[in-house]
Every structure is written in C-alpha cells, then in structure tokens.
C-alpha cells in the first residue's frame, strides 16, 4: 500500500449536481495531483497542487477545481456533472519532483 | 504534444510462460521520463520503473526486467516466467518531469494481462 487514501470509494450523482472527493497523501509527501481515468482508458491528467496553490493543469474545464489543504491532503470539486464525468479518480501524492504514489480512486458514476 | 502508445489492448498467456508488453511514445523534449505502473483489479495504480532518457541501460528486478531504446522510441516490459498474480492492466507513462511534475503524467491505454494458471 502507498499511504494514499482516498474517500467516498464509490458515489453516485445526478447529472447536474456537484460532488467533492478527497485525498489525504502520503506522510511527508507536498504534491498531490489528480487524474480521471475512464473505463477501458489510461489515467489523463486533471491538475496538480503543490504547496496549496494550483501548479499545474491538463485538459479540463474549470467547472473541475480543486484544494489543497496544510496538511496537504486535498479535495477535487466537480460542478454541474456531466454523464461523461463517470470515471475512476486517481489521486497521487509525491515529495516535489520525484515519483508519484496513487490511491486507490473513487468510482463516480453519474446518472 | 506528448503521446504514448501501447498497441496491444490485452495479451492472455499460460502461466510460466515469458510475456513482453509494447510502449512506444513520442514527445519532442530531449530530457524526459517513462514510467511503467501496473493496475490490479482493486485499481491502484502501483509503480514499477522510472527510467530517464539518458540512461538506456536494460534494468532487471526479479521476474521484470525492462527494454528503452530511444532509436524506436519504445520501453517495453517483459515478465519472466509469469505467474496469475501478474494479471493486472499495465500501463506506460511519459513525462517530461522526473516525477510527473506539473504537467502530470501522459498515460497509454493500457494492456489487460491476463495469466491462466
């Protein structure tokens, strides 16, 4: 196991509505970033929060934000869900630079 | 723009036998990262291997041992004598970071590796 924990495990919302799934990172660990990863797809890159401020984006509306905490565990908002938003989201932690750690994901699915 | 290839959706093999998974990438930056994980039915995705592009030495870990040839822009996985424990998906990953950094990491779609005992 990584130490990276990640809450709900699995969810279910309406269209929509918003949801917020959290991270707590690996003890020592001041990155956190998120990933969506689609069913039969690979992981694609959300954003990444270093230090409590945002330091790095993919692809994706604003409607997903996020946080991240002193303690460096963090949150991903996801607004006015879409049926595509269904996936698994992967949270990794890493010290800075080096090799990224991930949970075990939350499972949304919208309806 | 980065992008990261593994052509084969999924691979079924007999236990004991010797199985290599493909990944070829392309990005234009001269320093960069690859990285394989693998991902177990419960879903996390456990690191394998970092390698930089400067080091194309062959690394061997146990059963695992792994391939980077920067002339075919290909790192490929091979697992030795495999065992149904292997069965995961396997996924290839590239960054122009060491360890993702703020562009995070480019993932391929994986391979489904499935081992019958």
């Known amino acids: 196991e990584t130490g990276v924990t990640q809450s709900p495990t699995h969810l279910i919302k309406t269209r929509g509505q918003q949801v917020t799934l959290r991270c707590s990172s690996q003890?020592?660990?001041?990155?956190v970033s998120w990933y969506q990863q689609a069913l039969g797809q690979g992981p694609q890159f959300i954003f990444q929060?270093?230090?409590?401020?945002?330091?790095g984006r993919g692809n994706f509306p604003p409607r997903f934000s996020g946080l991240q905490f002193p303690n460096y565990s963090s949150e991903l908002n996801v607004n006015a869900l879409e049926l595509d938003d269904s996936a698994l989201y992967l949270c990794?932690?890493?010290?800075?630079?080096?090799?990224?750690?991930f949970g075990p994901g939350t499972r949304l699915t919208v309806t | 723009a980065q992008k990261v290839t593994q052509a084969q959706t999924e691979i079924s093999v007999v236990e004991k036998e010797d199985v290599t998974l493909d990944c070829v990438y392309e990005?234009?930056?001269?320093?960069?990262?690859l990285f394989w994980y693998k991902q177990p039915p419960s879903g996390e995705l456990v690191f394998l291997i970092r390698?930089?592009?400067?080091?194309?030495q062959n690394e061997i870990s146990g059963r695992y041992s792994w391939n980077f040839q920067k002339s075919t822009s290909s790192f490929n996985f091979t697992i030795t004598a495999s065992q149904v424990v292997d069965s995961a998906v396997y996924f290839c990953?590239?960054?122009?970071?060491?360890?993702?950094?703020?562009?995070?990491?480019?993932f391929g779609k994986g391979t489904h590796l499935i081992i019958q005992p």
């Open positions: 003890s020592g660990h001041n990155t």
């Open positions: 990005t234009r930056d001269t320093t960069y990262y």
């Open positions: 929060y270093y230090r409590e401020e945002e330091n």
């Open positions: 990953a590239l960054s122009a970071r060491s360890g993702g950094g703020a562009d995070g990491l480019t």
């Open positions: 990794a932690s890493s010290l800075g630079e080096r090799e990224q750690y």
């Open positions: 390698r930089n592009s400067f080091d194309e």
